[in-house]
Each structure stands twice: as C-alpha cells, then as structure tokens.
C-alpha cells in the first residue's frame, strides 16, 4: 500500500487485490491492498473504522443479544462506512482496516482489543451476507470440512434434532452439517450448540459463523504480530515524520465524554472507606464491603474486584493490608491473615512476584465474571437475582418509579448504563443523597470507559 | 482402624484389621516428616510417576523429545509452610532425591512450559514472552464443599458416605462425557486426600488445547451458574435438555435423586428444606421443575478456574493430605460406586503394615505388602501402560512422517 500527495487514486485495484469474495462483498483483509492512498483519506478512513469498531464495543458493554448486535452493526457500517460506489466502500473497507493495524500492532493491550472487536465486526457482517456469499467465503478461508454424508446425518439425525430443540430452534430444519473436531468451534462447545461425539462437533451451516470467524481471527491476530515487528523495525522510524505521528494519536482516540481522572488526586484512606461507600462506592464494591463486614470474609474473586478497586481509589498499601488484617483476623486471626492473605495483597500493588502493578477491573470486565458458590463480586445487575437486587437498591435509597425502570433496563440487559443511571450520572433519575460528582465518582466513571 | 459407626458384617471385625489394632508394628496416627520420610524412602511410586509425565520421551527411540520432561514444573510445600515453584528434573533419580531431600509436605504439578523453569530469567530479559506454557493435561477440581448450600449431613470439610455419592456422581457423567463426547481414552481419577475428587486428560490432544479451548470444555460441563445472590443456580433453558444433560439426568441423576438422595439428605424433613425446593420452583412446566431440582442437588460442580488455565498447579496424585493423613489414591471410574474415602490407607497406617512386613525387603516389594500396592497396580494396568502404548506410537508414527517427508523432498 502506497501513501502518496497526490489525488490519484485507483479504487478499483482495491476490487482485484487484499480480497473481497465476490461483487462488493466481504474482504477478508488476506494481503495489504496495492494501491495509493491520499494521506487525509489515511486518517479519516480509519477514524471512520474506528467509530464503528468502538460503537461495537459500547453495544458489547452493553450486554446486547446478538439479533441487536446485527442491527447495530449494519447501522454502524451504513453510517460510518457506506459509499455510493460500491468500490469505493471496498477501497475504505481495506485501507482502514490495513490503516488501523498499524495503529492497534503496537501493545498487547491494544492488540487484544483491535483483534476483538475486528472479529466481532467480521461475525456479524457475514451473518448478514447471503448463502452463496457465505460459502464462497468459507472456501475462500480453507474450510476442508465437507458436508456430513446423507448415511452419517441419518445416523445422529434424532441427536442433532434434540440439540436443535434445546437451544430454542425447530427440529429437522437443517440438512446440511459438517463434522468439526470440537477445537475448532470452541463458542459452540461451551454453550452446548452442538452435538459432540468422540470429539467432533456437528455443526450446522447457519453455525458455520462461528468455524469462518475463528479462522479470521486466526489470520489477523497473525497479522498484527507481524505487523508489530515491522512497525518496530523500520516503519516507525522511516515515517516519523509523516505516519507515526497520525498513528499514534489515532490510538488513543476516544469518542466518549470526558472522564479523566481529576488531578487533584482520589486519595482514599482507611478511616474514609465506611463513608465513602455509602456515597460513592458503585453497588457492586459497597455490596462486597458490607458482606466482608458481615462475615470478616471474602472469597478470591471479590478480594481482587474490591481490592484493586481500593487501589485505584488511592488507598495506599499499609493502609490496605491494616483494612483487610482488620476484618479477616476477626474470623481466622492475624498469624493466618499475614500468612495466606498479607502475600496477594502486596502482590496486586507490585511488591510481590511478577511485580506488575494490577489496574483495577473495568466494567466490561466485573460483568462478564462468573461468580460461583459463596462468590460476592460481579455486577450486582447482572448477577443478583431479582429479589436481591431490589433490596440492594431500596437499601441505597432507590425505588418507586426509578427503581421499576432499573429492573425494566436490567431485563434488557443493559448492565453498564444502569451503574450510572443508578448513582445519579444522568439527569433521568433524581436520586436523593447520590447528587454529584464526587471523585470516587469520577474514578469509578473511568473504569466504565476502560476499554 | 474400624470406626465406631462403620458397618461390620455380623459383628464379625476383619482379622487382619484386627492384628493391626493390637499389634506392636502399629503406628500411632499422624502428619509429620518423620512418617513422610519413610514414605518418600520406601512407598512413593518415583519410577511410575515420572514415567507418566515423560509420556514416552525416555530417550530411547530417536523420535523422543529430551527436553519435554525438564520443561515441567513441579511445586513443593514444605513443612514451615516454605514454598518452591519452578522445581523441574531432567531424571526420576533427580525427582526422587529432590523430594527425599526436601520432604515436601504438599507435591504439585504444572505445565510443560516453552523453556526449563529453572531457566526462566534467563529468557525473561528479551521482552516477549517466551517463557510460556506449551502443555498441560486437561483438569478437573471437584470439591465437596462446593455442595455445601444442598447437602444436610456435612458441612465444609466434612464428608460421609451419604454426601460423598455427589463425588460418585460427577466421576461418572465426567468421565462418560470426556469419553463418548469429546473422544479421550487417558483419563486419571484421583481422591484428592480429604474432601473431592481431582481429574487428569492426558491425551496429547488434550495436552494441547489452548485456555480457550479448556474454558469451552469447563463451560459445557457447567450448569451451576452465579455466586451467593443468584436466585436460581440452576436454569436449563430451551424446550428440551441438550443430549448430554439430557443422558446425564436420565443415567444417573435421576435415579440417584430417587434412590438415595431424597432419603439420605431428608430434603423435605423440615418446613426450611421445602421452602428451599419451592424457592427454585419459577413459572414453568412441572417435568423441568422436577429436572431443575435434581440437577440442583446432584449435577457435578467444577472449579472453573482450576481448568480453564494451563499454568494452574494442581496437586500430585499419591501425595499425602496433611490433615487427613490420606493417601491421594486413583479412583476407578468404572467401579467408582465402590470407593470409599474413609477406607483409604492413611500414611500411619502404611507405616504400620512395612513394621509389621519387616524392613529387610527391597523397595521393591515394600510397595506389594502394603495396602498401596492395589492402588499402584491399578494406576499401571488401567493408566499408565495403554497411556505409554498410545505415546510411543504417536512417537514413531511422527518421527516417520517426518522421515517420509525429507525422503520426499529429495524426489525430483
């Protein structure tokens, strides 16, 4: 791909090469395209890309099912995307997709979070495809898989049609499977969409979204290592002058409000703590303090959640190992406390082991836990029983009307906005004693935004 | 030893058990060095141990890999509470002086990683990560107190013959499930010492799924969901159960539920125990509710986390639990109604059988004497030797493709 000045541009090369499978369809970013791109088309093509990808992850915050998600992605790509000349599309397509792996190659963090949501973005693209799309597609990703032979069907017909039941669809509607060995589709082994057998998965076509997508992902998160190391080895320094700097504003761009930490820092301390969890703590951390209160104990999961969350509130490390020697020498003693627990605290502030300093867990990351037996972290709207989370929330003093609009919105799914609607971020919602902005508040807002 | 409550056939106490309580070789019970060292000198099975874990790379065919074994770590657990990661041994005489030496009160196994643990910072200084695992057996952690919230008899540590079935239970759909669905043939039960049941996939292909790929299995496998606040823990969804679930209720739990649960728990005793079954009782068809609460009680519950990672440690089979004093025994999956937690042989009992045998024997045979000989034996008939077969003809058969290959690339 050629950077250049000048207005020429050669949209229909983006058509033959880097790959589109079939008329104005599905590119699956094989090759770096070869053809010229204007420098402003450099960076306002992959800003463009960049709404759509951080829509996505917003949505995915969100907690929507997948029918929205298709909707939502359709709508982002229209907008943000969608050319008259279909080649044109294509040509953006490529070159914000190529732009942006320059953009996202660099961090592991970075990495992880491109490769994600670029997947997402493939998967539900593709379900919008149709068949013949769809199949020219997966030829196109090497799929050796042939469809089940009519005998092998006839033979798990009846399975196949009971796993088809069970997951909320007719029976006997699809004919055509493929047998899959069950690494390949891990998504479909861990819902049980599939029927195993002796190690393979018997997929169906409408199924085949999930063997197409781990494929791409495959090849991109391939791609971005070796585009790491050739950004670290010559790019980089060969465009200093010209791409480097668009590239690296590029990655910390953000579409959000603004919710930096203030500088007149959240320093917490251990006397503020009871207070400023009945103010400002978010329901999940103020949940997780009243039962370490209750039981001088918490389990792994909500030593960490809470934990990191005191943290990066500021409370210092002594201050720390005083707040928890407090509460778990009441049930087990200080001798034990300083022997099994002392150690993971000073490790989550870097003085330990690997000595990496632990950030605290983002909202993205608190929802998708997956509390077990005697656990009290997660999200409370997300994991709480209806039951349970009412009386959380009356205890903090919502109910009435706000409280029945909560429970409506927790239905849906929406578990990161309604942490905010909750603690009075939006006008919506007039909730007495939790006006303001704190900076506990501000802190907390930043881990939302915390991709 | 025999218990006050333990069932006897006709008042009639077995002989040999008998000899033991009154002879002059019995060993008062207990968990210390002394008793481990004898342990470690003359009953942990070192030779069939790093046997397993070299998985047929004993450097005797040319196809063997000579690092594998090197690159696994184990863990120990001293006495003072004094913990060593990254141990790794290039040799059983390496592994079996080390733990002689230092008497490991707890034994662990880790993966396989890229490079020799011991070697790691050495690897570290280039910035990418190149100290990472490679391979890993699949594994399983179940733990009886997990069951706590639904078993009457005990609580926490404690465990008896009415709950310890829950374990029974999991062993079986487990296994059955890791067999017919997802295709292994390798697979190790262990008692964990006091209160569950550990599980160790060592096919190759199961040594080298990725986290991904072991957090899928853990999530089929699951059906206990939510921590303390949940409501409900068990929601099957969809119309009809998946065909595992579906097997699962009908093979085992089901029965199980009938037979022995209702009665040996009381679940409907008291106004409490009832309320607690209605409470999981929501607005739908009778015959899921009725699936619901037998999954509830009964349907095996992992510790996710345990499985989900390759570098997970997890504890060796044949250690000794410091505070039962029990030996980590296999368990037969296909007799597992059988096994019995209070009857495996504890460290002073074994003690007691080498006194009363006599020291003048070689290693050897100290192992056949004992009540650990039956457990080795099985370990080695039923794991470890079709285990071994199956390595070494992988081994040959890549080490000939290899060989097929570079003849190829010499063929105009």
């Not at chain 1, 004693?433 to 802190?443: A, F, N, V, W």
């Not at chain 2, 030496?101 to 790691?120: A, H, L, M, N, T």
């Not at chain 2, 695992?133 to 107190?145: A, T, Y």
Request: net charge neutral; glycine share 6%; aromatic share 10%.
């Amino acid at each position: 791909m050629e950077i250049v000045r000048s207005h020429r541009q050669v949209a229909a090369a983006a058509a033959a090469a880097g790959g589109g499978g079939g008329a104005g369809a599905l590119p699956t970013y094989k090759a770096a395209p070869q053809l010229e791109v204007r420098l402003e088309e450099f960076e306002l093509f992959a800003i463009d890309r960049l709404r759509v990808l951080k829509g996505i992850s917003d949505g995915l915050s969100r907690g929507k099912r997948p029918e929205e998600m298709e909707k939502l992605v359709s709508e982002l790509w229209k907008t943000h995307m969608r050319h008259q000349d279909p080649a044109e599309t294509l040509n953006k397509d490529i070159v914000s997709h190529f732009v942006l792996r320059l953009v996202y190659c660099r961090t592991e963090e970075l990495r992880k979070w491109f490769l994600s949501m670029e997947t997402t973005l493939f998967r539900y693209r593709f379900r919008l495809e149709s068949p013949e799309s769809q199949r020219m597609l997966m030829t196109e990703f090497q799929l050796p898989y042939k469809a089940l032979p009519h005998s092998e069907f006839e033979a798990v017909k009846d399975k196949l049609s009971q796993v088809a039941r069970s997951i909320g669809q007719s029976a006997n509607v699809e004919h055509v499977f493929f047998k899959v060995p069950f690494e390949e589709v891990p998504d479909l082994v861990a819902s049980r969409r599939v029927f195993l057998s002796k190690g393979y998965a018997y997929v169906a076509m409408s199924q085949v979204v999930s063997l197409v997508v781990t494929q791409f992902r495959c090849n991109i998160s391939k791609a971005l290592a070796l585009t790491n190391r050739k950004w670290t080895a010559t790019i980089k320094e060969q465009e200093k002058d010209r791409l480097t700097p668009i590239v690296e504003a590029l990655s910390n761009a953000y579409f959000g409000p603004d919710y930096s930490q203030p500088k007149d820092a959240v320093d917490i301390s251990l006397k503020d703590i009871d207070q400023l969890a009945k103010s400002s703590f978010p329901l999940c951390m103020r949940h997780m303090l009243d039962k370490l209160r209750e039981n001088h104990h918490l389990k792994h999961g909500g030593r960490m959640q809470f934990g990191l969350f005191l943290k990066g509130a500021g409370l210092k490390l002594e201050d720390a190992l005083a707040f928890w020697r407090a509460e778990f020498s009441q049930k087990i003693g200080s001798e034990r406390f300083d022997k099994e627990y002392a150690y993971t605290i000073r490790h989550n502030y870097g003085k330990e082991g690997k000595r990496t300093d632990y950030t605290p867990y983002s909202c993205q990351k608190i929802i998708s836990a997956t509390p077990g037996v005697g656990d009290h972290h997660g999200c409370p709207f997300r994991h709480f029983g209806e039951e349970n989370l009412r009386a959380a929330l009356n205890k903090m003093g919502v109910g009435g009307h706000a409280l029945e609009e909560i429970m409506d919105k927790v239905k849906n799914r929406h578990y990161q906005v309604l942490y905010f609607i909750a603690i009075g971020l939006t006008e919506q919602y007039d909730i007495p004693e939790l006006t303001g902005l704190s900076g506990i508040m501000k802190y907390t807002a930043s881990l939302h935004i915390n991709l | 030893m025999v218990r006050d409550d333990e069932q006897v056939d006709s008042m009639e106490i077995d002989e040999k058990k008998q000899q033991q309580l009154e002879a002059p070789t019995a060993v008062p019970e207990g968990f210390n060095t002394d008793y481990l060292r004898v342990y470690y000198g003359k009953l942990f099975p070192y030779g069939d141990f790093f046997k397993w874990l070299c998985y047929g790379n004993d450097g005797k065919h040319p196809g063997c890999d000579q690092s594998y074994v090197g690159r696994r770590e184990f863990s120990f657990t001293l006495e003072n509470d004094i913990y060593l990661r990254f141990q790794s041994f290039d040799s059983a005489t390496e592994l079996e002086s080390s733990i002689k030496e230092k008497c490991p009160f707890k034994i662990d196994i880790g993966p396989v990683y890229s490079v020799d643990p011991s070697k790691r910072h050495a690897y570290a200084q280039s910035g990418n990560n190149v100290f990472v695992p490679v391979e890993r057996e699949l594994i399983f952690d179940i733990d009886i107190s997990d069951y706590d919230d639904v078993r009457y008899c005990c609580s926490g540590a404690d465990v008896c013959l009415d709950c310890w079935p829950l374990m029974t239970i999991a062993i079986k759909i487990l296994n059955t499930s890791l067999r017919d669905d997802f295709g292994f043939s390798h697979i190790l039960w262990v008692y964990s010492g006091r209160r569950g049941v550990h599980c160790w996939v060592c096919d190759s292909r199961a040594r080298k799924l990725s986290n991904e790929q072991r957090a899928a299995i853990a999530d089929y496998f699951r059906v206990y969901k939510g921590g303390e606040n949940a409501l409900k823990k068990v929601s099957l969804a969809g119309p009809v159960l998946h065909p595992f679930l579906a097997q699962s209720y009908m093979d085992v739990l089901k029965t199980f539920f009938e037979d022995r649960l209702l009665l040996s728990q009381q679940l409907f005793s008291s106004e409490e125990r009832c309320q607690k079954i209605l409470d999981l009782i929501l607005m739908k068809g009778l015959r899921r509710c009725v699936e619901e609460i037998v999954f509830s009680y009964t349907y095996p519950r992992l510790d996710m986390e345990v499985s989900k990672h390759m570098n997970h440690l997890l504890k060796a089979p044949f250690c000794i639990h410091p505070k039962t004093g029990r030996v980590c025994v296999p368990i037969d999956p296909s007799n597992c109604d059988d096994f019995d937690p209070a009857a495996v042989p504890t460290l002073s009992q074994l003690l007691g059988e080498l006194n009363a045998t006599g020291f003048q024997s070689d290693s050897d045979n100290s192992l056949e004497r004992t009540s650990l000989g039956k457990s080795i034996s099985f370990f080695r008939t039923s794991f470890l030797h079709p285990l071994l077969k199956a390595c070494k003809e992988e081994l040959e058969s890549a080490y000939n493709a290899k060989l097929q290959q570079s003849k190829n690339s010499l063929n105009w």
